[in-house]
Antibody, heavy 121, light 107 residues
Framework: QVQLQESGPGLVKPSETVSLTCAVS?????????WGWIRQPPGKGLEWIGT???????FYNPSLRSRVTLSVDTSKNQFSLRLSSVTAADTAVYYC??????????????WGQGALVTVSS | EIVMTQSPATLSVSPGERATLSCRAS??????LGWYQQKPGQTPRLLIY???TRATGIAARFSGSGSGTEFTLTISSLQSEDFAVYYC?????????FGGGTKVEIK
């Protein structure tokens, strides 16, 4: 079973860039899975941010594309999210998740516990 | 972008009763649909994928149906641990999109 754990700063100032990392364990990042990020503002629903493959192919939510960069570090079995020019609207719990992709991409099977990012001065 | 619409926003159900949740897609997504359960303060958990296949370890009282643009999640006999928010998600096309969620609360 894939295990995922997010890490990153809990507090970020407006206009800064936030970086989050998701460590993958009990599974190789070089597999039939792609690796996704989903966020959830307090009291609201889920929003897909983007997905990255182990080879670096990326898919982004158009609403965030200009500010998001996803990357993979296969040597560390982890993947990362960078979100630039943050505002209070980016305050959310950020989840990483595994997305089965073979012959197409499918559901998010496994999720991390989530990392709360608060944007405030 | 495919818009996912869930109804109702809140469903009040007594323990032991049946709950029926709806999800509508703005375009045909075939069977490329998943359902997730999220309890307060917890991570979303995959319940159903392929519109009707239960994920590993999911109780048989959860069932999914539908294809194309209309989908249903049915909980046959609500248990106390089933009171939560449920989300549908399409993966037919990028960008991936979630519905707004249905909160199942105790009546």
């Amino acid at each position: 079973q894939v295990q995922l754990q997010e890490s990153g700063p809990g507090l970020v100032k407006p206009s800064e860039t936030v970086s989050l990392t998701c460590a993958v364990s009990a599974y190789s990042i070089r597999s039939d899975y792609f690796w996704g990020w989903i966020r959830q503002p307090p009291g609201k629903g889920l929003e897909w941010i983007g997905t990255v493959s182990h080879s670096g192919t990326t898919f982004y939510n158009p609403s965030l594309r200009s500010r998001v960069t996803l990357s993979v570090d296969t040597s560390k079995n982890q993947f990362s999210l960078r979100l630039s020019s943050v505002t209070a609207a980016d305050t959310a719990v950020y989840y990483c998740a595994s997305q089965y992709c073979r012959g197409g991409c499918y559901q998010f099977d496994y999720w991390g516990q989530g990392a709360l990012v608060t944007v405030s001065s | 972008e495919i818009v996912m619409t869930q109804s109702p926003a809140t469903l009040s159900v007594s323990p032991g009763e049946r709950a029926t949740l709806s999800c509508r897609a703005s375009q045909n997504v075939g069977s490329y649909l998943g359902w997730y359960q999220q309890k307060p303060g917890q991570t979303p958990r995959l319940l159903i994928y392929g519109a009707s296949t239960r994920a590993t370890g999911i109780a048989a009282r959860f069932s999914g149906s539908g294809s194309g643009t209309e989908f249903t999640l049915t909980i046959s006999s609500l248990q106390s641990e089933d009171f939560a928010v449920y989300y549908c998600q399409q993966y037919r096309d990028w960008p991936l999109t979630f519905g707004g969620g249905t909160k199942v609360e105790i009546k």
